[in-house]
């Protein structure tokens, strides 16, 4: 008589553990990112005692987006560069907005014309460089369904 | 609910589980394919034929009566 396995997981299992574990993914996110705000605006924390949570989210968020454009989850048929650029601008703009309001709204750090504008710079470089890295694997995840086809 | 799967699979006397087995899925799943409360994947469809000696259109075909 065949043994049969302890975890016999056919494919509706797995669908039913996929959809649960995506649940539980972004629920876990959601908390983080709750913590990370708890610690900066209500416990007043320094934000040197939650960087690490902050940087496992940012770390996160960019290799899960980057994920779901090279396994194909997010199709690209074709990289047109007005898209690109506009896809960009909105980054800049959303980061623009965010540092203005975490150090000129949420904190009393007031940031000086020159302050914001090094800031701005930082901004601009590492927008570029994500965009950069998103066009990058959503043209190996393209080539890799590519060469499957072929 | 999926009659024409569970008339197959009885006429060819294999229990839920013994359909499972010869698909590589689980009683639950093949229960829940005859219930109609689960949308196996056309691999699975083509699985669960080959091993009733049936084909697609026989196991999984609604006929829509126009009348």
């Known amino acids: ?150 | 609910m999926n009659m024409k799967l569970k008339l197959a699979r009885v006429a060819k006397n294999l229990s839920q589980q013994e359909l499972a087995d010869l698909v590589g899925a689980s009683r639950q799943t093949i229960g829940l394919i005859e219930k109609g409360k689960y949308n196996p994947s056309l691999k699975l469809c083509i699985s669960i034929a080959k091993a009733l000696d049936k084909t697609l259109n026989d196991l999984f075909w609604e006929e829509i009566n126009h009348e």
């Open chain 1, 1 to 150: 008589m065949s043994k049969k396995p302890f975890l016999n997981m056919d494919e509706r299992s797995k669908q039913i553990a996929g959809k649960v574990i995506a649940i539980m993914y972004f629920l876990t996110i959601i908390a983080l990112q709750i913590d990370v705000i708890v610690r900066q605006f209500v416990f007043d924390q320094n934000i040197h005692d939650f960087e690490d949570l902050a940087i496992i989210l940012t770390i996160n968020s960019l290799f899960l987006i980057t994920a779901l454009l090279y396994f194909g989850a997010i199709s690209i048929q074709k990289l047109k560069i007005k898209f690109v650029l506009i896809f960009y601008a909105w980054i800049v703009v959303l980061g623009t907005i965010f540092t203005y309001l975490k150090y000129n709204v949420f904190t009393d750090a007031n940031l000086s014309f020159s302050q914001l504008m090094n800031k701005l710079v930082i901004i601009f470089t590492i927008s570029g460089l994500i965009v950069l890295f998103w066009m990058l694997f959503s043209i190996l995840g393209k080539r890799k369904i590519d060469k499957e086809l072929d």
